[in-house]
């Protein structure tokens, strides 16, 4: 088992930046595939960013790209998610999650994260 916990997010003006974390313990954290997700009050669930095990390979949401990052620290057990440029619709509970797998695979479908944290709030005023 692997415990995920958020931090981070806040409150920010639109076009403005904010950085949310997640720390891992309880497993080698190399060995799993992260993500966050994000759920917008009364939306699903959508997906944001993925990460390989060794960070490198990203993938990201249409609606994300080029505005947020994603990386990690394997050496701090610790994935991150800078995002900039931020807009009211980004406004969302954050969830950190992640996937054993031995390969070099990302994941954008959330049936296939077995873990998940328990969200972090980031709020984007216009």
């Known amino acids: 088992q692997v415990q995920l916990v958020e931090s981070g997010g806040g409150l920010v003006q639109a076009g403005g930046s904010l950085s949310v974390s997640c720390a891992a313990s309880?497993?080698?954290?190399?060995?799993?595939?992260m993500g966050w997700f994000r759920q917008a009050p009364g939306k699903e669930r959508e997906f944001v960013a993925a990460i390989s095990r060794s960070g490198g390979i990203t993938y990201y949401a249409d609606s994300v790209k080029g505005r947020f990052t994603i990386s990690r620290d394997n050496a701090k057990n610790t994935m991150y998610l800078r995002m900039n440029s931020l807009k009211p619709e980004d406004t969302a509970v954050y969830y950190c999650?992640?996937?054993?797998?031995?390969?070099?695979?990302?994941?954008?479908?959330?049936?296939?994260?077995?873990?998940w944290g328990q969200g972090t709030q980031a709020t984007v005023t216009s």
């Open positions: 999650t992640a996937a054993a797998t031995i390969g070099t695979d990302v994941y954008t479908r959330e049936y296939l994260y077995g873990y």
């Open positions: 309880g497993r080698t954290f190399s060995n799993y595939a």
